[in-house]
């Protein structure tokens, strides 16, 4: 009888342990998991990043310019553009083509005569798509040199090329990339990797 008690009483002893050990344990973790609004009924805040204009990386201050503009992919993808947040140009408005896409932002007109007629103090924006380079004349080029472009005396068949400046710029424009057509580079079969150009540009550009 002796015995049979003995071990009785380390049984019960062993399961008051045992139950110590995970009441512990369990109330360590709770407080680690449990949040105290969650208790409360108060919702908890969620962090979320800013939204930016144009789904820039970062914010533009207050006096500049928001934009974004992708060149076409092949001759698959067409390019977009998106300016103060506004999609101006892109293959689900429907309104890019092949060649040079350009967008005027301050007032569209009716490609040597549209650019000469570009207005002083408007921003112009290009995207290329499968081949800008073919058509372009020397005078071409040079409006565009004279907006600010480094590139354009350079852009030659299935180039990739995009593009920010503005009439009369007087420095050349910090927003250009530009990616020479090469087979042995060539992202795609034929032409080179789509490029993507954000940032954001002063509102006074002289």
């Known amino acids: 009888m002796r015995v049979a008690g003995l071990i009785r009483i380390v049984a019960f002893i062993f399961t008051l342990v045992a139950l110590w050990v995970f009441l512990r344990s369990y109330i360590s973790f709770s ?3 449990i949040r105290l609004p969650r208790w409360l009924g108060v919702p908890s ?5 800013p939204k930016t204009k144009c789904g820039l990386s970062k914010p533009c201050l207050d006096n500049f310019f928001a934009f974004k503009v992708s060149s076409g992919a092949a001759n698959v993808v067409g390019p977009s553009m998106c300016f103060e947040n506004e999609i101006i140009m892109s293959p689900v408005r429907n309104n890019v083509g092949r060649g040079l896409n350009i967008a005027l932002v301050n007032e569209p007109k009716l490609l040597m005569n549209f650019l000469e007629e ?4 408007t921003l112009v924006l290009v995207a290329s798509y499968d081949d800008p380079g073919t058509k372009m004349n020397d005078k071409i080029r040079m409006i565009f040199s004279n907006l600010g472009s480094s590139y354009a005396n350079q852009l030659g068949f299935r180039d990739s090329w995009v593009f920010l400046g503005a009439k009369d710029l007087k420095n050349k424009s910090p927003f250009e990339q530009f990616l020479k057509n090469n087979p042995e580079t060539n992202k795609y079969e034929g032409w080179p990797e789509l490029l993507e150009l954000e940032g954001c540009v002063p509102r006074k550009v002289f």
């Open 118 to 121: 570009i207005p002083d103090s």
């Open 45 to 49: 805040k969620e962090i979320r990043a």
């Open 31 to 33: 407080k680690k998991t």
